[in-house]
Structures are given as C-alpha cells and as structure tokens.
T-cell receptor, first 114, second 113 residues
Framework: NAGVMQNPRHLVRRRGQEARLRCSPM?????VYWYRQLPEEGLKFMVY????????ESGMPKERFSAEFPKEGPSILRIQQVVRGDSAAYFC????????????FGPGTRLLVL | DAKTTQPNSMESNEEEPVHLPCNHS???????IHWYRQLPSQGPEYVIH???SNVNNRMASLAIAEDRKSSTLILHRATLRDAAVYYC??????????????FGKGTKLSVKP
C-alpha cells in the first residue's frame, strides 16, 4: 500500500512565477491536509479538504494561495506570484476520516523562491 | 486545542531508554494525547496515542499520568535512527470540522553512539 505521495520533491521558482504542488493521498483516504514548515520552525496548518470540498482554510494566507481536491486526481496547492517568503517545505497528510484519526504524511515538497 | 509543553532538546546514548516528557495541564476529558516525530528532511510520522491508559506499540510506549496533566513517551532502546523532533499533540476525539494537527516546537532528540 503506497504511502502519501507528493511531487515534485523539490521546486525552484523565480519571484512572480506560479508554484503547483501535488499530493496523492493514501489509497482509501478521502481527507487531505496541507501544512507548511518554514526554515527552523514547526509545521503550521494551512488547509483541510475532502473530495471537492474545502472544510477548513483558516491557515491559508488570504492572497495568492489556493487549494483543491478534485473528484479525480491529486490534491493541488497552488501559489501564485511567489515571493521569497514562500520558500518552505510543504507537507501533505491524509486520513481515512477526519477527527481523531491518525494522519499520514508525505515526504514534502521543498520550494525555493529565487 | 489545549497547549502542550515539552523540553526543547534532549540527549540520549544509543541502546539506552529515553523518556520524553510532555505537560498538558489544561487537557480536557475528550482530548487524546498523540505523539508524532519528524526525522531530518522527512515528513512527520505517527508514533502513538492514548486517552487514559498506558499504551504500547512496536515503536514506543506512552505513559499517561493519572490526572492526565502530563505524559511520557518512552523509547525502550534508542537507536541512531530515533534522532528526530518529537511532538506531543492533543486532539479532540470529536472536534467537528477541526481535523488539523497543531504542532508546537517539540523536543529535538539527539542520540549518541
């Protein structure tokens, strides 16, 4: 049973470009969470999605960031017009159900904005 | 979610037991105590969780104080591969739409050969 998959593992973008991060949850998991980890800091929750629905986006920056989890295909975290402060590791986690369930994390995408 | 307090760092020798403490004095009756760890350059991984009784699994043991205001993660024989940041997290069993984990700073465990 494959674990949570994220791609790309490393992404380099110049300021102003767009970054698209993909997350394929574990088989049978319909809940996806995105977290961001800035250098030398802890993980911060960004957004929680179920298939075709955003359940909680309280941790998402108000501008430039968006997330989706379509009926088919991976979850996508999209960052428009990236700035240097967006450089971080972005982790995706999935769970079969939401509340109280163990979350299984992917290896992360390390975004570097030049 | 209630707050947890952990030491910033701890050191251990290889093949010796390690006791990682966590204080959670404001824990509520419906909070589960979860532990995750993050190895260098990897995503977090689940270690163990419990409510009131002590718990054991293949990775570790979790000892929960009788008043539930503190808990201790026990690694019975530390290996070099156990060097990681360990996070103690409280999660509601029934929390409505709040499914996310709230990570603190955790305890950075160093293991010496």
């Amino acid at each position: 049973n494959a674990g949570v998959m994220q791609n790309p593992r490393h992404l380099v973008r110049r300021r102003g470009q767009e970054a698209r991060l993909r997350c394929s949850p574990m088989k049978g998991h319909s809940h996806v969470y995105w977290y961001r980890q800035l250098p030398e800091e802890g993980l911060k929750f960004m957004v929680y999605l179920q298939k075709e629905n955003i359940i909680d986006e309280s941790g998402m920056p108000k501008e430039r960031f968006s997330a989706e989890f379509p009926k088919e295909g991976p979850s996508i975290l999209r960052i428009q017009q990236v700035v240097r402060g967006d450089s971080a590791a972005y982790f995706c986690a999935s769970s079969p159900q939401a509340v109280g369930e163990t979350q299984y994390f992917g290896p992360g995408t390390r975004l570097l904005v030049l | 979610d209630a707050k947890t307090t952990q030491p910033n760092s701890m050191e251990s020798n290889e093949e010796e037991p390690v006791h990682l403490p966590c204080n959670h004095s404001t824990i509520s009756g419906t909070d589960y105590i979860h532990w995750y760890r993050q190895l260098p350059s990897q995503g977090p991984e689940y270690v163990i969780h419990g409510l009131t009784s002590n718990v054991n699994n293949r990775m570790a043991s979790l000892a929960i104080a009788e008043d539930r205001k503190s808990s201790t993660l026990i690694l019975h024989r530390a290996t070099l591969r156990d060097a990681a940041v360990y996070y103690c997290i409280l999660r509601l069993l029934y929390g409505g739409s709040q499914g996310n984990l709230i990570f603190g700073k955790g305890t950075k465990l160093s293991v010496k050969p």
